[in-house]
């Protein structure tokens, strides 16, 4: 067996492990041996931030989520950071007087907004929320319910994606499945690595300050608590609803997101070293997705280069694989040939996204900020 031979069986061997088997590992070990949540009604005092830029299409719809929770209000604390918005951001929140608190900033970024919110937090725990998801009613008494398990530092709540009509939502909702699966199984078995951005808690005692520069606080805060021993969950009855984006709009939120996943190890390189109690799970979750697209552009360029039947057929295997996720689009979505497309699609996105990630070792972390936009969708009561 030649070089290049063996070069496109271990970066093959390693895409199968990182993409398919590894999943299943992790589904087995959450059945097998988890570690339940010692969950029990508790309604400890909260501070529910929320760093808004420019976000007046969604505020008030999400201020009213919030006054509609299931907790009682006396225990709640409500602060809007407006990061130096240009639309009606700020009148709007002002419009809620005597229940929410503003703090109007000029413009330093989500981190040194959440910063600001933070230090002007009473609560006992912190809630950090975005703008445009809404927060299901029993879903803060939920999320609360962890924290009487005093191992729990941080809760995550579950991310629901409204069905999209178009192919490009349901692409981006099959990955999410794939996601959150994957999640739900870390949670059971110890700890995930980051929260969901969009809505999570974390004791008012764990959260530190963020650097201004940070892509990932719902990664940054979480793993401060992680290395403090405490654990980082996912309350799958926690829920808050979002809705669909575009492709292009995905595709550049997830530039940001893998990029942050670069700029954590820097932050945290004991990641990748034994004090990382779950070093087996990061290696084969969040660090081997990284190296994914460079196993994948190994296997194909080995293989071409080995020539004889190899060649052929991983010409042939390729051709077909990326043909599939071009003509992805063109699929309508009741065809039973889009459960074959679609994940190939998505595969393929998630690698350029890792790809165009890397850049973040040589360009400053800010190129990477963009609002995300979204169309407008009803969400469940």
């Known amino acids: 067996m030649t070089i290049l031979q063996i070069l496109f069986w271990i970066s093959l061997l390693y895409a199968f492990y990182i993409v398919a088997l590894y999943p299943l590992l992790l589904a087995g070990m959450a059945r097998l041996k988890p570690r339940p949540v010692l969950r029990a009604s508790c309604t400890p005092s909260v501070s529910i931030i929320i760093a808004v830029h420019n976000g007046a299409l969604f505020l008030r719809e999400k201020l009213e989520s919030i006054f509609a929770l299931d907790y009682p209000r006396e225990r709640m604390e409500i602060i809007v950071v407006n990061d130096g918005s240009t639309d009606s951001t700020s009148s709007i929140a002002a419009s809620f007087a005597g229940r929410v608190k503003l703090i109007n900033s000029p413009k330093v970024g989500k981190p040194g907004a959440l910063n600001q919110g933070i230090a002007a937090a009473n609560g006992e725990i912190l809630v950090l929320t975005d703008v445009r998801q809404r927060l299901a009613p029993d879903s803060l008494r939920l999320l609360m319910e962890n924290f ?12 629901q994606i409204q069905p999209g009509s178009s192919t490009e939502e349901q692409v981006i909702g099959s990955y999410w499945y794939y996601e959150r699966w994957i999640r739900l199984n870390l949670s059971a078995v110890d700890s995930i690595f980051g929260a969901t951005g ?4 974390i004791r008012r005692e764990l959260a530190v300050h963020i650097p201004p520069d940070m892509l990932v606080d719902d990664m ?6 992680f290395f403090k021993s405490y654990r980082l969950v996912v309350d799958r009855r926690a829920r808050m609803y979002d809705y669909p984006t575009s492709m292009s709009i995905e595709f550049s939120r997830k530039v940001r997101t893998l990029a942050g996943n670069y700029q954590i190890l820097r932050c945290y390189p004991e990641l990748l070293g034994p004090n990382n109690r779950l070093l087996f799970h990061y290696v084969s979750y969040k660090f081997g997705r990284l190296m994914l697209p460079f196993a994948f552009l190994i296997c194909g360029i080995s293989s071409l280069c080995a020539g004889g039947t190899l060649a052929v057929s991983s010409a042939i295997v390729q051709i077909v694989f990326y043909t599939a996720a071009a003509v ?3 699929i309508r979505s009741k065809n039973v040939l889009k459960r074959f497309t679609a994940p190939i699609r998505g595969m393929i ?3 350029l996204a890792t790809l165009c990630a890397a850049s973040i070792w040589f360009v400053p972390p800010e190129r990477f900020w963009k609002a995300t936009r979204v169309r407008r969708r009803d969400v469940p009561a």
Do not use: H, N, T
Not at 148 to 158: I, K, L, M, N, W
């Open 328 to 330: 992805d689009p063109k």
């Open 148 to 159: 009487a398990d005093p191992r729990v530092g941080a809760a995550s709540a579950e991310l």
């Open 198 to 201: 969009s809505y999570y808690a």
């Open 349 to 351: 996105v998630m690698m």
């Open 220 to 225: 940054y805060l979480p793993l401060d608590a």
